[in-house]
């Protein structure tokens, strides 16, 4: 299924970035030939095979909702890119 | 004069030599930090040198030698992909949007042979995110083939095959999500092993792809990835995708006869379109294996050519959920002055991460995206199980399957970037283990017109074991996995 600049477009938004109008035609070409690729899916029928999204099968391991880490704020916090006392700061979002 | 025959010592002889107390660790720490000083300028292989930590952890090192306490690994340096979280020291993904991101703690993996005594000389240069196969799309710039300056080292861990190879560390560790531990090792002429999903913890390597996701050893020799391996596997807590599996001793039963052994060639891999120099490199090794005992059987793997397109589905679409949490908010890159919160995600992504990333997050948010989820998603776990029954039922007639790990030598830079999918190719025999979950080795056959080949083997789920005594006995009986460039590297 061919894409349009318009799609790609609304999937960037979707994926929260930007793509500057000169780089567009570059982009929508680029992604096609992956999406050509990748329609190769559909030749092959897969109506009684389950989806498989853990290589063995796993199931989900769950442990003992308990705390098992100590307060390490102060460090964590020191990769923010803006901080006051504390918190995340971004910009105004309410007004 | 550098001191080839030191730095090309596999891990092996090294321990023995530090445990006779005939080098120290802090020589041996010194020797590679001066090979690295020496070369990186050439090679741009290291993005971050960890000098006086790792002179330091060296001296402790020699200091629990010298008490008797060593363990295997006590004093032998190592070199980390820059993907595994390293605490107190920069890890950046190869990516601008980590430029500036220092882990406030160890990935599992680096703890485990922190444990052991290892000495950390540094962090290796990598495809941004571990996305491409040439290494040509780090922030940081392209790591070059120490065979040849002008061929890329392969990807996403080149730049620790290239360090290993140029003799800059005689142990280095790598990831692989669809090939980026066997290619480049490859294409750098050294061993190195992608095992069993789940064997290696996940806890502190930046997420890819995580149900494709897997850490392993790369180094000179099967039996140093078999003494690395011992160290970095197990089950953990804080990654609840290991696997809660015995691990047993790899480098203890290392000699374990492979008379007898059945290995598997698959026809889609042995097919016309396989480069016929390959073949022949591939096809000498496989007759070494042969003279050893093993028997060589033609399987089937009817659908491999699905891989391809299976893995470019699955993969991004793991990768944009994994990489939503790069929001210039609480880590990583912020765009200046943003005018609001859009403003600030969009800009600050767009800015953070290379071309190759953004196609793959654009790719998975589509795949992923309302009325394409069946289509794609969907459709690709489907066609994932297909892929792994193939594997399954080889296994029932075959102990191991082999092929090449890549489809040719190093090729030069530029040759495949315009092209996605071109470069996509590049892992057109590693992928399929990958979403099938299985253990993968390159081990080097030989060379063609003077730039190495490896041969991969894929083994059962957790019988990394039978992949690594079935290599050590291939570098037993031949000196392939030994060739090295000229250490003596200089910026052309």
Request: include cysteine; hydrophobic fraction near 35%.
């Given at each position: 299924m061919p894409v349009s600049p318009e799609d790609i477009k609304n999937v960037a938004l979707l994926a929260r970035l930007s793509i500057s109008t000169s780089d567009l035609a570059e982009v929508t070409e680029r992604f096609g030939r992956v999406l050509q690729l990748v329609d190769e899916l559909n030749t092959i029928d897969t109506s009684e095979v389950m989806p498989m999204s853990n290589p063995h099968d796993m199931e989900q391991r769950l442990r003992q909702d308990a705390v098992t880490e100590t307060n390490n704020r102060e460090a964590l916090m020191a990769s923010a890119p803006a901080q006051e006392q504390g918190y995340f700061l971004v910009p105004k979002v309410i007004d | 004069m550098v001191d080839t025959k030191l730095l090309t010592t596999p891990v092996s002889q090294l321990r023995q030599l530090l445990q006779e107390r005939d080098i120290s660790s802090v020589e041996l720490t010194q020797a590679y930090l001066n090979q690295i000083d020496a070369v990186n300028g050439a090679l741009?292989?290291?993005?971050?040198?960890?000098r006086e930590q790792a002179l330091e952890e060296a001296r402790v090192a020699d200091a629990q030698l010298a008490k008797g306490q060593a363990k295997p690994l006590t004093g032998i340096p190592i070199l980390h992909k820059d993907i595994f979280c390293t605490h107190g020291v920069r890890t950046t993904c190869g990516s601008r949007m980590l430029d500036q991101f220092i882990p406030a703690y160890d990935a599992t993996v680096v703890s485990k042979l922190k444990a052991e005594g290892v000495v950390v000389l540094g962090k290796c240069n990598m495809d941004e995110f571990a996305?491409?196969?040439?290494?040509?799309?780090s922030y940081f710039g392209s790591v070059k083939n120490p065979w040849n300056l002008d061929c890329v080292p392969g990807g996403s861990s080149g730049g620790s095959a290239a360090a290993l190879a140029a003799g800059m560390a005689p142990l280095v560790t790598g990831t692989d999500t669809g090939g980026s531990i066997r290619q480049p090792a490859s294409l750098c002429g050294i061993t190195g092993l992608k095992p069993t999903y789940g064997r290696v913890s996940r806890l502190g390597i930046i997420a890819f792809a995580s149900s494709l996701d897997q850490a392993g050893p790369m180094a000179r020799t099967a039996e140093d990835c078999a003494l690395a391996l011992t160290v970095m596997a197990g089950v953990d807590a804080g990654d609840s995708t290991s696997a809660d599996m015995p691990v047993p001793d790899f480098h203890a039963a290392l000699n374990t006869d492979i008379e007898g052994l059945r290995i598997g060639l698959p026809r889609e891999y042995f097919n016309?379109?396989?480069?016929d120099a390959v073949r022949n490199r591939v096809m000498t090794g496989l007759g070494e294996l042969e003279k050893a005992g093993a028997t060589l059987v033609d399987i089937d793997l009817p659908h491999s050519h699905y891989a391809i397109a299976t893995y470019y589905v699955i993969a991004p679409a793991e990768a944009s959920a994994n990489l939503a949490r790069y929001d210039g908010v609480r880590f990583g890159h912020r765009c200046d002055k943003p005018k609001d919160l859009v403003d600030l995600y969009l800009r600050s992504r767009s800015e953070g991460f290379g071309e190759e990333v953004q196609r793959r997050i654009l790719v998975g948010t589509y795949a992923l995206s309302a009325g394409f989820y069946d289509a794609y998603f969907n459709k690709a776990q489907q066609v994932r199980r297909i892929i792994a029954q193939d594997f399954h039922r080889a296994f029932e007639d075959v102990d191991v399957i082999a092929g090449p790990s890549a489809p040719g030598v190093a090729f030069p830079f530029g040759a495949k970037q315009q092209d996605p999918v071109a470069m996509y190719m590049e892992d057109i025999y590693t992928l399929a283990v990958n979403l099938a979950g299985l253990p993968g080795l390159s081990t080097p056959a030989g060379l063609i017109d003077g730039m190495p080949v490896g041969l991969q083997l894929i083994g059962k789920p957790f019988d990394e074991q039978t992949i690594l005594n079935m290599a050590h006995r291939l570098q037993l009986d031949t000196d392939w996995h030994m060739a090295h460039p000229n250490l003596e590297i200089s910026a052309s």
């Open positions: - | 741009n292989a290291v993005i971050t040198i960890c996305m491409g196969s040439s290494n040509e799309t016309d379109d396989l480069d």
